[in-house]
């Protein structure tokens, strides 16, 4: 029998601050689920009504925990909170708006939009290397507890991204591929270091159409 632990990564449902024209670097800045947000999540649940778990782990940040109540308690499971799960932290500009950001920090912009140095950071924020060793720790440790488990994970674009980034053989920096839709559900088995990426960016369950990921460093 396998002991490798199935985790369902899901991305937290809609934001104000994932939509075009109102785009901001949401890191640790708390942004509420927005009505569309809302519809996704109800679509989630009841998903997760057929697809029991036990337990759902969630980032503590508020659009993470407004997903994570109706999905855990459709699929009857016991909401435990993770630290670890957030969000990248975006430092000094973090909550800002993305035009705001552009225009004070256009080197550093550029800098990160060629995705090439997992090094960079806000100023005062967490570097791409930092996060991936934050996210993986906090899946190791989840699935380290629940081997031959399905858990639901509901996190962040950034937490996903470096998972798969990490399970496919991409450096840190490199995000933008790997971006996952707002409530959708990634899953992958995990046993011990290292896992397989069983599928990505499931967005069945949800009834109108997702535009594609916005292609900015911002968080989710």
């Known amino acids: 029998?396998?002991?490798?632990?199935?985790?369902?990564?899901?991305?937290?449902?809609h934001t104000s601050s994932n939509s075009s024209g109102g785009l901001r670097m949401s890191g640790w800045t708390d942004t509420p689920l927005s009505d569309?947000?809302?519809?996704?999540?109800?679509?989630?649940?009841?998903?997760?009504?057929s697809e029991p778990a036990a337990v759902l782990y969630s980032?503590?940040?508020?659009?993470?925990?407004?997903?994570?109540?109706?999905?855990?308690?459709?699929?009857?499971?016991?909401l435990r909170?993770?630290?670890?799960?957030?969000?990248?932290?975006?430092?000094?500009?973090?909550?800002?708006?993305?035009?705001?950001?552009?225009?004070?920090?256009?080197?550093?912009?550029?800098?990160?939009?060629?995705?090439?140095d997992e090094s960079f950071r806000w100023?005062?924020?967490?570097?791409?290397?930092?996060?991936r060793e934050r996210s993986l720790g906090a899946l190791r440790r989840i699935a380290a507890a629940h081997p031959g488990e399905r858990v639901l994970v509901v996190t962040h674009a950034g937490v996903i991204s470096q998972a798969v980034g990490y399970l496919r053989g991409t450096g840190p920096a490199r995000w933008e591929r790997h971006r996952p839709e707002n409530c959708s559900l990634t899953e992958v088995g995990w046993e011990g270091?290292?896992?397989r990426l069983v599928s990505f960016g499931d967005c069945a369950h949800?009834?109108?159409?997702?535009?594609?990921?916005?292609r900015h460093p911002r968080g989710g």
Do not use: F, K
């Open 81 to 116: 909170l993770e630290p670890d799960l957030r969000e990248i932290h975006c430092g000094v500009v973090d909550g800002w708006a993305v035009e705001e950001v552009q225009r004070l920090y256009p080197e550093l912009w550029e800098t990160n939009m060629r995705q090439e």
């Open 206 to 214: 949800l009834q109108e159409p997702e535009p594609r990921a916005s």
């Open 123 to 131: 100023p005062g924020g967490e570097s791409y290397r930092e996060l």
């Open 193 to 195: 270091e290292s896992g």
């Open 36 to 49: 569309r947000g809302r519809r996704q999540v109800s679509c989630l649940a009841r998903r997760m009504s």
């Open 1 to 13: 029998m396998s002991r490798a632990a199935r985790l369902i990564l899901i991305r937290h449902g």
């Open 59 to 78: 980032s503590p940040l508020l659009r993470a925990l407004e997903t994570a109540g109706p999905v855990a308690e459709a699929a009857g499971a016991a």
